[in-house]
């Protein structure tokens, strides 16, 4: 396991599923508020949290490809928030 910081400014990449994908166009039907290519959206990860969170839970079908998310975290490696 990698432990490192990260902040909710920054930006994350994931893969989105046929479902994540359903449920970011609900939300906003022209995705126009975000960065998405084919399948792959961009944005902050309050973003992520704010478009998809009541959709993590168990049982739940996956929003993002692997469950994966890529974090560019602006914060020092190894700082770990402590």
Known sequence: MIVF???VNDM????LTEHG??????????????????STLRAQLWTLMHVFGD???MAAP???VDNRLEIESSLESGSGGH
């Open 55 to 57: 959709q993590m839970t």
């Open 12 to 15: 994350v990449t994931v893969r």
């Open 62 to 64: 996956a929003c993002f």
């Open 5 to 7: 910081a990260t902040n």
């Open 21 to 38: 994908l359903k449920i970011l166009r609900e939300r906003d039907p022209v995705c126009a508020r975000y960065n998405l290519t084919g």
